[in-house]
């Protein structure tokens, strides 16, 4: 998907652990946007940031931190992480075309 | 606060057959409907919206859609399904056009029967 790009796309953390999840955009656009994806439930909002040194919780911000240094990256973090936050996280952004543009998702597994 | 429902959690259709997912939202203001689909393993696609104007709505792909106001729905439908059409199907509802968070359904799963 040209425009969101999404690192790592897999990773096995252990509880406790943190990581940080990295979205990039060349699209220039001031909004961007952290969902989780669970079975059942459709994409979550997490967080989300509508410019630059800005962000906003979502609708379940709880367990995740975020960060907007630059315009062009948007990060989500794990403090310590917890086998509840098991998902696949997307990263969206819009474009001319639509609201949100996703990125292909990262799949995290905690043990 | 913004809803979206997604009756059917999966359907099973036979190949040539026609489609109709449903989808019933709950919105304060004029909504902006949207159209999601995601093939195993992948993001998601745009595959059709609804901004306002004509409430028949063409996407890629072959699909289409119907904004009915009075009964809150948004359906998607497909006059013949093809093996590739399988994957899970996600309504949503934003508050704008362009830069506003969308309120996702849970989605639908389709299998398609040769």
């Known amino acids: 998907n040209a425009g969101v790009t999404q690192t790592p796309k897999f990773r096995v953390l252990k509880t406790g652990q943190s990581m940080t999840l990295l979205c990039a955009q060349d699209m220039n656009h001031e909004y961007m946007y952290w969902y989780r994806q669970d079975p059942g439930m459709g994409l979550r909002l997490i967080h989300y940031s509508v410019g630059e040194g800005t962000t906003a919780k979502g609708e379940v911000p709880d367990g995740y931190n975020v960060s907007r240094l630059k315009k062009q990256n948007f990060l989500l973090g794990l403090e310590s992480a917890a086998p509840s936050q098991t998902s696949v996280y997307f990263c969206?952004?819009?474009?001319?075309?639509?609201?949100?543009?996703f990125g292909d998702g990262t799949r995290l597994s905690i043990l | 606060a913004q809803s979206v429902t997604q009756p059917d959690i999966h359907i099973t259709v036979s190949e040539g057959a026609s489609l109709e997912l449903r989808c019933n939202y709950s919105?304060?203001?004029?909504?902006?409907l949207f159209w999601y689909v995601q093939s195993p393993g992948q993001g998601l696609q745009l595959l059709l919206k609804?901004?306002?104007?004509?409430?028949l709505v063409q996407g890629i792909k072959g699909f289409e859609a119907e904004f009915k106001r009075s009964q809150s729905s948004f359906n998607l439908r497909k006059p013949s399904v093809h093996w590739s059409d399988a994957a899970e199907y996600f309504c949503a509802v934003g508050a704008g056009a362009a830069g506003n968070k969308l309120t996702f359904g849970g989605g639908t799963r389709v299998l398609v029967k040769p």
């Open positions: 969206a952004g819009p474009d001319s075309n639509q609201p949100q543009h």
């Open positions: 919105y304060g203001a004029t909504p902006y």
């Open positions: 609804y901004f306002s104007g004509d409430t």
